[in-house]
């Protein structure tokens, strides 16, 4: 009998889910809102829609198989617990819950648990969106046969997964990897965790916004960027003008790529990873971001070091990479 496993994607907007075979192959997939369960109080109803989909979904295929495990990738997911923590814009407090003394900080979700309620026997494993994504790409990408690589991914946020001799570096409380808010500028933008000078706030989709944004203030060259504004501009349009020439546009690919590259330097001195892959939305970008990121990586290199890493986009990039990710854990486990 095929056995599968589903692969579940836990945004911020959506949750998607899937199950998939041992090679990567998707039988079926569907979705559920997330947003649509905003606070605390709507997580349990969360869980049963979800569980109700997913069951929907197993009854619709034509094919006898045996669900060997269900693999979870959410925000704030922790790998040893089997909970979500204080996930941002999820299961949130009311301004009545808080203002009776419940605190943000205490949010934490027995997802693992909760879930496993409607599937009794089955083995939930769940972690950190992007640890998702790592394991993915080991189990299904590129970084296949593998034992040191790093994964990074540029989206909304900036994501990271370190792989040493083969594991997943987890760290003692299932939090290790936050390379996004690796400080690379002391003092510098103010970043949505609360600090100030983090990779994510320069190497995020809204990071390259506010270059694009500050080399307007400073650049006198014409260019089409001038003709948004910060929310109507999106990341995907700087690659579209960069390639028509524009100077604004390269230049800011060129000090995105500057602060990635650096950073990147300082993250082989402590892995000593074969591959460095990137994934998401600026990684589509192609030479755009890793030229400068390869040139500007070498030229902070320890010398132990140079020439040594490859940068490689994901080859996941454009196949359902947040369920294969989500499935992935659990092939990996067994």
């Known amino acids: 009998m ?28 569907a979705a559920i809102s997330t947003r649509k369960y905003t606070h605390f109080d709507d997580y349990p109803r969360y869980i049963e829609d979800l569980a109700t989909a997913m069951k929907a979904l197993v009854n619709s295929l034509d094919i006898n198989f045996e669900l060997v ?7 704030n997911a922790n790998y040893y617990k089997g909970t979500v923590e204080i996930p941002s814009n999820m299961w949130k407090y009311t301004d009545e819950q808080i203002a009776a003394g419940m605190k943000e900080e205490d949010r934490m979700f027995n997802f693992a648990d909760d879930l496993g309620k409607h599937f009794p026997g089955t083995p939930i494993y769940i972690t950190n969106d992007a ?22 991914t540029l989206g909304t946020g ?20 936050e390379f996004g808010h690796v400080v690379v500028e002391r003092g510098g933008r103010q970043c949505g965790c609360g600090r100030k000078g983090c990779l994510e706030a320069y190497t995020s989709a809204g990071g390259i916004k506010r270059t694009a944004f500050e ?18 501009l999106e990341s ?29 330097a300082d993250a082989v001195t402590i892995t000593s990873p074969e591959a460095i892959f990137l994934f998401g939305g600026l990684a589509k970008a192609g030479n755009l971001i890793f030229d400068p990121i390869k040139h500007y990586m070498e030229e902070n ?3 132990t070091f140079k020439n040594k890493v490859k940068v490689l986009p994901s080859e996941l990039q454009n196949k359902n990479a947040a369920i294969l990710g989500a499935a992935a854990l659990v092939w990996q486990a067994k």
């Open 301 to 303: 290199m320890l010398i």
């Open 236 to 264: 995907a349009m700087l690659s579209k003008f960069a390639l028509e020439g524009d100077p604004i546009a390269k230049e800011c690919f060129r000090l995105t790529g500057q602060k990635l590259g650096y950073a990147l």
């Open 69 to 75: 495990g269900i693999g979870v990738g959410a925000p």
């Open 2 to 29: 095929k056995k599968l496993v589903f692969g579940i994607d836990i945004g911020g907007t959506n949750t998607a889910f899937g199950l998939v075979d041992e090679v990567g192959e998707i039988f079926g997939e």
């Open 158 to 177: 900036v994501g990271s997964g370190f792989v040493a001799n083969g594991e997943m570096i987890y760290g003692h409380d299932g939090f290790a990897g």
């Open 131 to 152: 640890n998702a994504a790592t394991i993915g790409e080991m189990v299904y990408g590129g970084a296949k046969g593998m034992k040191n690589f790093i994964m990074i």
């Open 215 to 232: 080399l307007l203030a400073t650049m006198t060259d014409p260019s089409p960027i001038r003709e948004y504004s910060f929310d109507q």
